[in-house]
């Protein structure tokens, strides 16, 4: 699911409706956000992969926790790894391009002139792996059906469609509510499509281990609840050819092995057991591979330089909790943690710190608000912080030394300010006589490093913080009930963001148990910057909206922003091709493919 999970079919199809007359709308084999395509109608593969690739081999992946369930649509259960891959899309993104969509399920698609509706007419040849065809039924039962009993997430990501109608033997419209949301075609388009037939006979509502049918390049193979799981390629599948899969899915077998940890895990990978890892700790990258198979060449470890936004991570306040209600008093919690030693005591030097929500990208907001983005912020004075007229964001910053006196004294001022005085050495509330306290709940003991040093800061501001470790499907379970004080989370972004922003900052979402709101913000003014983003008419025009939205969330405080990393940190077995293009959006690990001298060679030389 990592390179297909939001992969979304954009080819454009035919007008008939009465109501909705073809003349005013545009058909073609994809669509862009804003903008033209890159890829012309009669392209045979996108630039970043070898459509000569060839097929075979296996791969072994690794993740940590556990599944209990094959069914990753639903609130119920934990998932299991790659299920991604065993559906298609109605269309799928490129990774060269900001946002941008060529049909997948889907041959054409049809988009009215003012992008309040769109059409797509299937391919003749797509089949479920069982060999019936895919139909526009498939297509509206599963959008009714993921609506009615799928996770939050698609009640708000699919809310603004009116309705869905069949309009052909092989066309589906979708017609949208009242409102801009030029976006609305494409997220359309990244649709998983289900089989109606299959799920007739069974309760979608339910967790299952049975292997569900899919029409896409893998389908399920052996597994081990909560250990294993293995996707085999569907050697005959339809859409092995057709121009945005060609030189793509090339393994004969992808195996999920999972860990009980990232440090078992590691060792795993060193010791051969899986293939490929995408290193996410500093301290791993700059101590961990220091070992014979990387210096003679068997296990590489290398940086591929990507383009896409690193939007943002950072230690969340849960503001349902009444200490973190008050601006003040997370603006006071981010003096207390020090990034500047933490990137030269724990991380190497490997890391820039986050300022912005869509960081690494043209539309992380800079400096002051431009002209364009003050005609937008200019209504909204008076319920917005001042600052966000009067200064650029910056997180608090320090020397790396480890001392950071000056910024302590800063956050002592903003405590007392709110109410929170020192009593005992401890913060107090100076009307209800609460201890400031709370907890950082985390799913890896390998950030208890990164946390420690910051809660030694937080003791001597009097605030008391413990640290508590839980499995996996505790942590997921706490997350999705807001059950935490603070955790860390990250919130991606793409570089062409819209319906997402309502579901990570809306009001509507706050309170809906499993929503991506783990803030619980609840902003009319930032609700409306949402509708703004998503409504954008052009790509000047979303930047300018995006530029707004993220200023208000900057002087919000609603997190300590941590760090990103400009580059994919990749360790993988010397086994794989690997296209010669990294595009704009990283690492397609989809594109690479086995490569059987070096294979041969690599299980000749561990052999020795």
Known sequence: ???????????????????????????????????DLKYPSDFSHFDYVNPDAPKGGDVRLATTGSFDSLNGFIVKGRAAAGLGGIY??????????????????????TVADDRSWVEFTLRKQARWHDGKPVTVEDVIWTFETLLEQGLPFYRFYYGSVDRVEKTADRSVRFIFKD????????????????????????????????????????????????????LERVADYWGRDIPVNKGQHNFDTIRYDYYRDSSVMLEALKAGEFDFRAENSSKAWATEYDIPAIKNGRLIKSQFKHQRSAGMQG??????????????????????????????????????????????SELAATGLPSADELKILEPFRGRIPDEVFTAAYEPPANDGSGNIRKNLRIAGKLLSQAGWQIK??????????????????LNSPLFERIVLPYTQNLKKLGVTVSVRTIDTAQYIRRNRTYDFDVIVRTFGQSLSPGNEQRNYW????????????????????????????????????????????????????????????????????????????TPAQGVQFDAWWIDVEKDRALGSSSSN
């Open 1 to 35: 699911m990592i390179n297909r999970i939001f992969s979304v079919l954009v080819i454009i199809l035919l007008g008939t409706g009465p109501a909705l007359a073809k003349d005013h709308a545009a058909t073609s084999h994809g669509i862009a956000m804003h903008g």
């Open 424 to 441: 005992d050495g401890k913060r107090v509330h100076d009307v209800t006589g609460q201890e400031l306290t709370f907890e950082i709940l």
């Open 88 to 109: 298609d899309t109605l269309a799928t993104s490129s990774a060269d391009e900001p946002f941008t969509q060529y049909g997948l399920l889907a041959e054409t698609i």
């Open 315 to 360: 230690f969340i306040f849960n503001t349902r909790r009444d200490i973190f209600s008050d601006r003040r008093v997370r603006q006071a919690l981010g003096y207390a943690f020090d990034f500047e030693w933490s990137n030269k005591s724990l991380f190497y030097g490997l890391y820039n710190r986050t300022r912005s929500y869509f960081e690494n």
């Open 506 to 581: 809306g009001s509507k979402v706050a309170d809906m148990e499993g929503g991506g709101n783990i803030m619980g913000i609840k902003d009319p003014v930032i609700d409306e910057l949402i509708e703004r983003v998503i409504a954008a008419p052009d790509r000047g025009g979303l930047v300018t909206a995006v530029h707004a939205l993220d200023r208000v969330l900057q002087w919000g405080y609603w997190l300590v922003p941590h760090w990103y990393n400009k580059f994919d940190n990749i360790v993988y077995w010397n086994k794989f091709g690997i296209p010669d293009i």
């Open 179 to 230: 409102g801009e949301n030029r976006e609305l075609p494409l997220i359309i388009g990244q649709l998983s499509v289900l089989p109606k037939h299959y799920w007739a006979s069974r309760d979608f509502s339910k967790t299952t281990l049975e292997p569900p049918l899919g029409s896409g390049p893998y389908r399920v193979g052996k597994f081990e609840a909560g250990r294993s799981i293995t």
